[in-house]
Structure formats: structure tokens, C-alpha cells
């Protein structure tokens, strides 16, 4: 088993597909993961299971590799119930969840956005590029480089999880170009195509954020590390000035009140 643990992910499954499957039933997508170069026991630090879980997964995997094996089964006490878990994160990690919260409601909004466009006799490109302003200015500048120039940089960034969100910023950016160019020339099938490209990807990126990615790192952060962050945060948020945030969130106030009111 010692041997599987170090072996790269991508392998594994590739050998033995059963583990893609037992893994993807505890919430961890390595399957379709895009990487698949990390190695079998830094998936499972990632993804902190409780020690139970973590025992009954370990010899799953173990029995699917090596299905001749007499593995012991682990004891585990079913009749006690797990609370459920609660993810408490440091001060400036907390920061970066709650502005995915306004980040998160332009994704709950686009699928109206797109409708209306499509409804519409002439593409209102002026909604598209405030859209896209939002997306550049506070999800892309004011939150994803706090991520980059700041977060990111406490831990290795050659961890796989670290390149896989590098590599979802980009693919975002990526769409937000896609979304310009549809608005110029007023396609509304391009501007549609890649709204919800970006959504999709966006709220996947999210959830991995806040339930693995931001919780690992704050488990390797000591107490001095986290007070230089905050303190990096805060700095970064000052050279922008409060009214930028205040001014999207304004922004999606507005959005709100016209499209979410009229389906109400
Ligand atoms: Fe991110
Ligand atoms: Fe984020």
C-alpha cells in the first residue's frame, strides 16, 4: 500500500479504474480531475477526511488494488453519528469566502442575463460589458489576484490543486474575451456559450475553494503566517479603495432588483 500511496493519481485509476469510483463516492473528483499528477496520499491530506472515513476509504482503495490481499477491515463504530463538518476559516481566508458570496450571485443571475439577451431584439451590450466589468474588476483583480500574489504563495505551488486554479482563472479570462467579442459583434449565441461556460466553471472553482483548497492551506498556516496574510489582504484592499467593492456590490443589487424581481 505504501507503494499505491506514492504512485501518481492518474495511474492508479488508469490501472484500476474501481478507485476513480470509490473516490468520486467521498466528494473527491479525480477521475475528470484535468491534472491527475498528484500522488494518492496527498489526495487524501487534501481532502482531511475525519479519521473513520479516512480508515473505510484506505481499505477500499486497498482491497480494489490488491483484491487477493487479507486487509484488515478497520473498526469502526457505526453507531456513532458524525457531526456534520464545519469549516472554520482564518480571518483573511474568511474575507476571500465572503467575496465569493457577491461573486456567486452574478452566477445565480447570468442564466436571466442570458435569456433576456436572447429575448431581445438587439444584443444590450451595455449590460454585457458591466457584466464583464464585474467579472475583470472584482472577481478577476480584487479577488483572484489577492489569490495569486497572496495566497497562493504560502503553500507549494507546484501542488497540483494550486495549478488547477491557476489554470480555472485563465480559463475564465478566457471566456470573459470570448464574452467581449460576442458583444461586439452582437452574437448572441457566442455571448450565451460563454456566459455559461464561465458560470459553470466559476461555481465548480468556488465550492473546491471554500470545501479543499482554502481549508488546506489554512491547516499548513501558522499563527504568525496568518497575520502576515491578513495584513498583506488588508494592504491590497486598501490600494484599491472601499468604494470599489461597495460599488459592485451596488451593481449586483441592481441586477437583482431587475431580474430576479420579474420572475418573483
Ligand atoms: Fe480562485
Ligand atoms: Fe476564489
Known amino acids: 500500500m505504501k507503494n499505491a500511496l506514492n504512485k501518481e493519481i ?8 474501481e ?3 470509490i473516490l468520486e463516492e467521498y466528494g473527491i473528483g479525480c477521475s475528470p480531475c484535468s491534472v491527475g499528477s498528484c500522488l494518492l496520499k496527498d489526495i487524501v491530506g487534501i481532502h482531511n477526511l475525519d479519521p473513520q472515513q479516512e480508515a473505510i476509504l484506505m481499505y477500499r482503495i486497498e482491497k480494489a488494488i490488491y483484491p ?3 486487509v484488515p477491515e478497520p473498526k469502526v463504530d457505526l453507531t456513532k453519528k458524525q457531526a456534520p463538518k464545519q469549516i ?4 483573511p481566508v474568511k474575507k476571500l469566502v465572503d467575496e465569493h458570496g457577491l461573486i456567486k450571485r452574478l452566477l445565480a443571475l447570468i442564466p436571466h442575463i442570458v435569456e433576456y439577451i436572447e ?11 458591466q457584466c464583464v ?8 483583480k480584487y479577488h483572484h489576484m489577492k489569490e495569486e500574489d497572496i495566497l497562493f504563495k504560502y503553500v507549494d505551488n507546484n501542488a497540483e490543486i494550486i495549478q488547477i486554479m491557476y489554470k480555472d482563472h485563465d480559463t475564465g479570462r478566457n471566456h470573459v474575451r470570448q464574452v467581449i467579442e460576442g458583444a461586439e459583434k452582437g452574437n448572441k449565441a457566442q455571448i450565451r456559450e460563454h456566459l455559461l461556460a464561465y458560470r459553470e466553471l466559476l461555481m465548480q472553482h468556488i465550492k473546491k475553494e471554500d470545501e479543499i483548497l482554502y481549508p488546506w492551506i489554512d491547516r499548513q498556516l501558522s499563527v504568525t ?17 472601499d468604494e470599489l467593492p461597495k460599488k459592485y456590490e451596488r451593481f449586483i443589487i441592481e441586477l437583482e432588483e431587475k431580474f430576479l424581481q420579474e420572475v418573483a
Open 10 to 17: 492518474k495511474d492508479i485509476i488508469q490501472d484500476y479504474p
Open 19 to 21: 478507485v476513480g469510483r
Open 133 to 140: 466589468d464585474f467579472i475583470r474588476a472584482y472577481a478577476d
Open 68 to 70: 487477493d490481499r487479507d
Open 88 to 91: 472554520s476559516y482564518s480571518p
Open 225 to 241: 503566517q496568518v497575520g502576515e496574510m491578513f495584513k498583506q489582504c488588508t494592504e491590497a484592499d486598501a490600494s484599491v479603495g
Open 119 to 129: 429575448n431581445s431584439v438587439n444584443v444590450d451590450k451595455e449590460l454585457v460589458l
